[in-house]
């Protein structure tokens, strides 16, 4: 079966700029996670998304959003761009109920300049 | 923050096994243990998880301490395409936040 799909794979923007990625789960995943990985803070929790509802939220800046659609499919949305979130941007998805693994897909990498 | 200890580091000889150990000393009762490795410039992937019983997998088995407080995965016979960063994390199963923490960068040695 198809893996989880991240697009675009590589993004440049230059600051102030906003920008969207998209992620599109295993077929039959109703949960969507977001990660932003850096050398310097390692890989960190974003937010989650369950049936269009996010269900969790670590600890970013309101310039961070997600949106999650009836199809399971998630945006995040990284607006006023600074030089600080150039990163790889994973995305994860599962089941969402009970006993269950996260797969990851293979990011995005945006640079800020 | 990570609720796990790992050694940053760790070197094992190829074709033998890898032996990752992970500290979880304030690991609560219905948290499960789940192990993640990243080879470079992928996104993670699952390996194995557990709750309190050893559990095998055809990539790895994972050795849990009977008082839950540290575990260890094992790859049974390491080859150099297992050269990653391996995490240990400890989540409930309802929620699917992941809090990662440094992990332990594995080498394998020719």
């Known amino acids: 079966k198809a893996g989880v799909t991240q697009t675009p794979r590589y993004l440049i923007k230059t600051r102030g700029q906003q920008v969207t990625l998209s992620c599109s789960p295993i077929?039959?995943?109703?949960?969507v996670s977001w990660y932003q990985q850096t050398p310097g803070q390692g890989l960190q929790f974003l937010f989650e998304?369950?049936?269009?509802?996010?269900?969790n939220k670590g600890n970013f800046p309101g310039r961070f959003s997600g949106r999650q659609f009836s199809n399971s499919r998630s945006e995040m949305n990284v607006s006023t761009l600074e030089l600080g979130d150039s990163a790889l941007y994973l995305c994860?998805?599962?089941?969402?109920?009970?006993?269950?693994?996260?797969?990851f897909g293979q990011g995005t990498r945006l640079t800020v300049v | 923050d990570a609720k796990t200890t790992q050694p940053p580091s760790m070197d094992c000889a190829e074709g033998r096994a890898a032996n990752l150990p992970c500290n979880h000393s304030?690991?609560?009762?219905?948290?499960?243990v789940y192990w993640y490795r990243q080879i470079h410039s992928q996104g993670p992937q699952y390996i194995i998880h557990?709750?309190?019983n050893n559990e095998t997998n055809e990539m790895a088995s994972l050795i849990i301490t009977e008082d839950r407080k540290s575990s260890t995965l094992i790859l049974p016979h390491a080859t150099l395409r297992d050269t990653a960063v391996y995490y240990c994390?400890?989540?409930?199963?309802?929620?699917?936040?992941?809090?990662f923490g440094k992990g332990t960068r594995l080498h394998i040695l020719p």
């Open positions: 994860a998805s599962s089941l969402g109920t009970g006993v269950t693994e996260a797969f």
């Open positions: 077929s039959g995943h109703r949960s």
């Open positions: 998304y369950f049936s269009e509802t996010q269900r």
């Open positions: 304030t690991i609560s009762g219905n948290e499960y």
């Open positions: 557990g709750l309190k």
């Open positions: 994390i400890v989540r409930v199963n309802r929620d699917d936040k992941i809090i």
